[in-house]
């Protein structure tokens, strides 16, 4: 029986479809209370278009070119890859609630599209170029990553959504050591929901996800495939990478302050202390 933590794609592309929903995750369908997800193919000329009043939207361009318009203003030719794996920073638009946006595919393409609840005015459309990614290498031995970083708690021009891409090799593991993000006791963890959107290289891979919590209410390990949602609504959440593989995952988070201050797993802090 599959984990309601563990989303599979909901379709593949049937002959002659021009948009494929492969994931549709929000807080009316999942036990989520701020984070969403949205993740979309689309055919080369293909439109498509959203538009919320209870939401920011974060518009990610997972691979292929298109046109972006968010409320009359249009980002011409956005993309930079051909697939997540060039490991090159993505272009993405950042939508606040109750503005508009519509994509237009000047190639195949896939989106994905970040949520976090909100009606809170005062902040405008915003084109994040790949040059304005903070671009992070992460860990050492075996625990290497890289971050790209598209909104991130230092970029002050959302409510509530973080959003990042992270990049792990074969024989790597990531989000590692665990550590989760589950209280509200800033200064020292805060509380952010979290979705993992998974691709692996080559695609017939698999990587491994752990959830749990301390009291182990939560405890699940999954086997995630290419293109599979993980969500984190608590708890510690690693992923470990196959050798031969290379993983890539798109993070959104959001809670009730848009701030990311993790704890580590107390029982594995000693990996951060090896000589």
Known sequence: MQSNLLKRPLSHAAAG????MLHDISWDTTEMAYTGLRVVDLKEGVEYEEHHR??????????????VKVSGVTYENLGRRNSPFDRVPTD???????HPFRVRARTSLSIAI????????????????AEDNRVERRGKYQNQRLVHNILSDQDQHAH???????????????????????RDALPDESFLEEIYYHEIDPPQG??????????????????????????????????????????????????????????????????????
């Open 160 to 182: 509530r959504l973080l959003v990042v891409e992270v990049f792990t090799e074969g024989g790597q593991w990531s989000s590692y050591p665990p550590h989760k993000h589950d």
């Open 54 to 67: 209870d939401r920011e939207s974060c518009v990610v361009l997972l691979a292929g070119r298109a046109d």
């Open 92 to 98: 993405s638009v950042y939508v606040p609630a109750g």
């Open 206 to 275: 698999f990587v491994l996800q752990r959830v749990y919590t301390d009291e182990r209410d939560i405890d699940e390990t999954f086997a995630v495939h290419h293109r599979d949602v993980v969500l984190v609504p608590r708890g510690y959440h690693p992923v470990g990478v196959p050798d031969g593989y290379a993983s890539y995952y798109l993070n959104v988070m959001a809670g009730p302050v848009r701030t990311w201050k993790f704890y580590n797993d107390p029982a594995h802090e000693w990996i951060l202390k090896r000589a």
């Open 17 to 20: 479809s021009t948009i494929t």
């Open 114 to 129: 970040a949520y976090a609840p909100t009606t809170e005015g005062g902040y405008a459309p915003r084109l994040i170029r």
